[in-house]
């Protein structure tokens, strides 16, 4: 009973995280379900990309009345990024645990270097080809018309499905930044990042049930935690400033990415 009560909190804390930075919250997940629970690192990746179905949709329902997401956008980036979550999450059966642990912990390490170092950037801008207009009035944003080229969205959509497919943590680490770094407002780029998390979650969930990867009384827990805490954290996102967050979270990545190398890949 206690561990079930736990378990709900846990996920409810990384779903109102994941849902004010739009990184669906597998980056957190993944560590908690096997550095405190115990699961498998195979069976964590399955069920963290499950419990992001629920989030995702709990948080894009709000940003979706607060009128934030770039629906032409998030179609595009859904694209390629379905079909390489799918194939990520298939190359997992071939793969050691080993391997897959110290895949993560690279892109958690990632993920903090973004965090701690916005001027560093990871995802670079793919100007070629044909462009999409989109207005994003916001605050201090001037006429909001932003030109987002679609070889852009493809590329780091693909990235994005295939890092969430191997290591469960969503793809919102390259959706977000992909988006920012072309003139997309923070707000409607966390707004869309999410939404294309569903059907990438959806798509690799599915492959990772298909090959026994999927725990589901533990994705019963996170599922509810996970779903309230995103509605909460999209809810005050307007309000709160993420950049504080994304500093300490940036922090505690590193930290646990170096744990989780300690404990499941050289203490195996």
């Known amino acids: 009973m206690i561990e079930s009560i736990a378990a709900i909190l846990i996920a409810g804390g990384i779903g109102t995280v994941a849902a004010l930075i739009g990184m669906g919250g597998g980056f957190l997940y993944v560590p908690t379900l096997?550095?405190?629970?115990?699961?498998?690192?195979?069976?964590?990746?399955?069920?963290?990309?499950?419990?992001?179905?629920?989030?995702?949709?709990?948080?894009?329902?709000?940003?979706?009345?607060?009128?934030?997401?770039?629906?032409?956008?998030?179609?595009?980036?859904?694209?390629?990024?379905?079909?390489?979550?799918?194939?990520?999450?298939?190359?997992?059966?071939?793969?050691?645990?080993?391997?897959?642990?110290?895949?993560?912990?690279?892109?958690?390490?990632?993920?903090?270097?973004?965090?701690?170092?916005?001027?560093?950037?990871?995802?670079?801008?793919?100007?070629?080809?044909?462009?999409?207009?989109?207005?994003?009035?916001?605050e201090g944003n001037g006429d909001g018309q932003v030109r987002i080229p679609v070889s852009h969205l493809i590329v780091w959509g693909a990235m994005g499905g295939l890092v969430s497919g191997i290591t469960g943590t969503s793809g919102g680490a390259f959706f977000v930044p992909a988006l920012v770094i072309i003139g997309v407002p923070v707000h409607f780029a966390v707004a869309t990042s999410l939404l294309t998390i569903i059907p990438t979650s959806i798509a690799g969930a599915s492959t990772h049930a298909l090959l026994g990867?999927?725990?589901?009384?533990?994705?019963?827990?996170?599922?509810?935690?996970?779903?309230?805490?995103?509605?909460?954290?999209?809810?005050?996102?307007?309000?709160?400033?993420?950049?504080?967050?994304?500093?300490?979270?940036?922090?505690?990545?590193?930290?646990?990415?170096?744990?989780?190398i300690q404990q499941k890949v050289l203490g195996m």
């Open 213 to 260: 990867h999927i725990s589901l009384p533990l994705l019963a827990l996170y599922g509810a935690g996970a779903s309230v805490g995103a509605y909460a954290g999209a809810t005050i996102a307007p309000h709160i400033h993420a950049d504080h967050i994304k500093r300490i979270f940036g922090v505690l990545l590193i930290i646990i990415a170096l744990i989780m």
């Open 34 to 138: 096997t550095l405190i629970f115990g699961a498998d690192p195979k069976m964590a990746v399955g069920t963290s990309l499950a419990v992001m179905i629920f989030s995702a949709t709990a948080a894009t329902f709000v940003y979706r009345k607060q009128g934030k997401i770039l629906y032409r956008a998030a179609a595009i980036l859904f694209i390629p990024s379905v079909i390489f979550s799918i194939l990520g999450s298939y190359l997992t059966s071939f793969m050691d645990v080993r391997f897959i642990v110290a895949a993560f912990a690279l892109v958690l390490i990632l993920i903090s270097c973004q965090m701690l170092f916005p001027t560093l950037r990871l995802v670079r801008k793919i100007p070629y080809g044909p462009h999409l207009a989109f207005s994003c009035r916001e």
